[in-house]
């Protein structure tokens, strides 16, 4: 379970850090936009079961900061959580701050496709800030992956392989995003290693293992 976090200087978090940076690249040259394009024309065409363009909006919802912000705060006030909390609410924020500045930076536009499914009874949240309403990468799609990373460590002590199903949960948000066309799919998969980084920094610095000893005590 402890190989889930590793160190900063280490050559796994350094290729997870090329990826991310090359990944950025190919954005922003435009090397992906063909098929990013294509995909998102597949995706407005798949709209229009009413079960299923509310579900997408749903976890779509879930992964926005007022729902995320709900969740660690809980953690947050129970005692035997609250490293937990800390340390799952810092990786939310930083997430959702470093996707807002990049999004300002690369000032990627958001798919211009109209979704023609099941009207919406709440807009979706375009996870507008301060920083823009840039594109790349996702902030729902870092927080969801920080999120994972962060309750999955946690959770692995007691179930070693449950734990994994955690990552469900950032792969169906991130689809969600493109579904809805809110994202372009290089936008989720930038977001999402963007969400690993940052929640194992923030997970090292502030010795998430340390719940362990904890929860013994």
């Not at 050559?11 to 998102?40: C, G, Q």
């Not at 460590?153 to 950032?170: D, K, Q």
């Amino acid at each position: 379970m402890y190989q889930w976090i590793f160190d900063i200087r280490s050559r796994r978090f350094f290729l997870l850090v090329l990826i991310f940076v090359f990944a950025t690249i190919l954005v922003y040259t435009k090397v992906t936009e063909p098929i990013d394009n294509s995909i998102e024309t597949s995706a407005q065409s798949i709209g229009g079961n009413y079960y299923l363009d509310y579900t997408m909006q749903i976890f779509s919802e879930i992964g926005s900061v007022f729902y995320m912000m709900i969740f660690c705060l809980m953690l947050l006030i129970i005692k035997k959580t609250r490293r937990l909390g800390l340390v799952l609410i810092l990786a939310v924020l930083a997430g959702t701050i470093a996707s807002g500045y990049l999004k300002l930076t690369l000032d990627r536009e958001r798919p211009s496709l109209q979704f023609q499914g099941t009207p919406f009874p709440i807009k979706p949240e375009p996870d507008t800030s301060v920083f823009g309403i840039g594109s790349y990468p996702s902030g729902h799609a870092t927080r969801a992956a920080a999120f994972a990373f962060v309750v999955g460590f946690a959770l692995s002590g007691r179930f070693p392989r449950g734990c994994y199903l955690l990552w469900i949960f950032p792969v169906v948000v991130s689809t969600s995003r493109v579904f809805i066309l809110e994202h372009f799919p290089m936008d989720v998969i930038g977001g999402t290693i963007l969400g690993i980084i940052i929640a194992n920094v923030v997970s090292k610095k502030l010795k998430l293992h340390l719940i362990f000893g904890e929860s013994k005590a």
